[in-house]
């Protein structure tokens, strides 16, 4: 059974840092990509950033430059590393998987930027 652990969130004053992490269990965790999401209130949840089982990495416009995307495949986690903090990164993040056409989520943690 696929799980997913977000752990890191919390509050932060604008220009700070957070580090987000994700634990994963239940799958074979090297050959999947995984992805961090986020999510504001009456908004879609819309991706943040992606890394390839191979280590490409992708980011939205919005973040690139400021967040980083990492995992370790010998402790099953994926993590992301944000810098420069700004109020409108504030959101509930989340940890995803996507094995075949099933999407697999965390309960997702909460980043409050507040100014």
């Known amino acids: 059974q696929v799980q997913l652990v977000e752990s890191g969130g919390g509050a932060v004053q604008s220009g700070g840092s957070l580090r987000l992490s994700c634990a994963a269990s239940?799958?074979?965790?090297?050959?999947?990509?995984m992805a961090w999401y986020r999510q504001v209130p009456g908004k879609q949840r819309e991706l943040v950033a992606h890394?390839?089982?191979?280590?490409?990495?992708y980011y939205v416009g919005a973040v690139k430059g400021r967040f980083t995307i990492s995992r370790d495949n010998a402790k099953n986690t994926v993590d992301l590393q944000m810098n420069d903090l700004k109020s409108e990164d504030t959101a509930v993040y989340y940890c995803?998987?996507?094995?075949?056409?099933?999407?697999?989520w965390g309960v997702g943690t909460q980043v409050t930027v507040f100014s």
């Open positions: 995803n998987v996507l094995r075949g056409t099933t999407d697999h």
């Open positions: 239940g799958f074979m965790f090297s050959a999947y990509s």
């Open positions: 890394i390839a089982s191979g280590g490409t990495t």
